[in-house]
């Protein structure tokens, strides 16, 4: 995944095209800046800690701060490729960022300046007698987001999903 993203951003153009009714966001854009939607999720998590050892800097979306605690240990635990601990050096290139994907006058202020969005949100397993989980966060949640990336002409949008990886491929299965 993180070669893919390597190769994203060397490859792809940039996302131009505005929505209506949101204005336009011209500003400059971080090429090591990566935001991660749904940072504390399994998938999140660990796409937050690779793309920390490979140097790149992370804004990782979180939907309440509390929950970001175990990220930021599991940040401060990890190994770098050179081997040396992560620590307050690793802790430093992440930026916790609270915001509600169902809200989408949050997440364009949420994105600023990140030149490239992974989405890895989706409906939890443990919702799965909520029936509108995979409808409001795994299609409005993901569709707000797209619109935000793309008025605020963020330079490469990836989606990456363990949805319907499960034992009984909920909640996919009722999409």
């Known amino acids: 995944m993180i070669n893919l993203l390597r190769q994203l951003q060397q490859t792809l153009p940039p996302v131009h095209q505005k929505i209506k009714g949101i204005p336009e966001k011209t500003d400059f854009k971080d090429d090591n800046l990566v935001f991660v939607a749904d940072a504390t999720g399994r998938v999140g998590s660990r796409t937050v800690r690779e793309l920390i050892k490979l140097g790149f800097k992370v804004r990782a979306r979180v939907r309440s701060a509390e929950r970001a605690g175990l990220l930021i240990k599991s940040v ?3 190994k770098l490729d050179d081997g040396t601990s992560g620590g307050s050096q690793a802790v430093e290139k992440l930026e916790i960022v609270e915001c509600d994907l169902e809200k989408p006058d949050q997440i364009g202020p949420a994105l600023e300046n990140a030149s490239t969005v992974i989405c890895s949100i989706g409906a939890s397993e443990k919702e799965v007698f909520d029936i509108t989980g995979p ?14 990336v793309t008025v605020a002409k963020v330079n490469h949008f990836i989606l990456v999903t363990s949805l319907g990886t499960n034992k009984f491929g909920l909640p996919a299965a009722i999409l």
């Open 135 to 148: 409808c409001r966060i795994d299609y409005r949640a993901t569709n707000s987001l797209i619109d935000a």
């Open 76 to 78: 401060e635990k990890m």
